[in-house]
């Protein structure tokens, strides 16, 4: 294997890495504060949809890491670039919450129920049949299927949650139609991400606790991966999957020394 350039840039995801279940996770308040000292180009990415950066922002403040508003990357803010790309000052029919409801907004998307150029899923608590319903009977009269995010289940405190994959299925089996997902692991994501920071894959590593979500797009963007075990993946779901992260660690707190 060809030795890779030293990192000059990060990505890492948010749930499982450097919080879980709404509590830090040791060791990355050092990792934050070390990334900022050095000048070195990061984003905090995550695949939920649902919050805006700056709700994200003063999310994790409360809980004493401070990412600056621009250093945060969601699949929504993805999605709505993607869209702005695809088909600038469309239509959606969207179901989600404000995160993504803004991002469209803030591209200059009207928001919709009446013969729509796309219908757009993402992350809410609060998904409802009347909801569902509608977005079905406007992919089957030809609007474009859109998905923030392929996750299946999303964690909480009382177990997993169904999320936007799950439900994105369900309009699937309804309609015959597969949306487009835009998160990860579409490298499309990443390299948005990279582009917003001015930073090259060939220097820059991911940090995730999914395989198949993080890793993957680390893996198909050209990044290093780092894969941390306090999230989802345990040591022993590593072999099971048809690729391997870069390397394996404990935790953030592993990456302290390595900025």
Not at 8 to 37: N, Q
Not at 101 to 128: F, K, M, N, Q, W
Not at 197 to 210: F, V
Not at 219 to 226: I, P, R, V, W
């Amino acid at each position: 294997m060809a030795e890779r350039r030293p990192i000059e840039s990060w990505l890492t995801d948010m749930d499982g890495v450097l919080i879980h279940e709404g509590v830090p996770i040791p060791g990355a308040d050092r990792f934050l504060k070390r990334l900022k000292e050095s000048g070195r180009p990061f984003l905090v990415l995550t695949n939920n949809s649902m919050y805006t950066p700056r709700d994200l922002h003063a999310r994790l403040s409360r809980m004493g890491l401070e990412v600056p508003v621009e250093n945060i990357w969601t699949s929504a803010l993805a999605t709505a670039q993607f869209l702005d790309d695809q088909r600038p000052g469309g239509t959606a029919y969207v179901i989600g919450e404000a995160g993504l409801t803004t991002a469209l907004h803030d591209i200059g998307y009207i928001l919709t129920d009446t013969a729509p150029d796309y219908v757009v899923l993402g992350e809410t608590r609060t998904y409802s049949f009347e909801a569902l319903t509608k977005a079905i009977r406007l992919i089957n009269d030809g609007a474009r299927f859109i998905a923030t995010n392929p996750d299946e289940t999303g964690p909480s405190t009382e177990g997993a949650l169904p999320a936007t994959g799950s439900v994105a299925a369900l309009i699937t089996k309804a309609t015959g139609r597969a949306p487009y997902f835009v998160g990860k692991p579409n490298p499309l994501m990443m390299r948005a991400g990279l582009n917003a920071i001015g930073a090259h894959s060939e220097s820059s590593a991911m940090i995730g606790d999914r395989m198949d979500t993080d890793i993957l797009a680390g893996l198909e963007a050209g990044m290093e991966t780092f894969l941390v075990l306090t999230g989802l993946t345990r040591p022993g779901d590593v072999d099971r999957h048809p690729f391997v992260p870069s390397n394996v660690v404990d935790s953030i707190a592993d990456l302290v020394d390595r900025i």
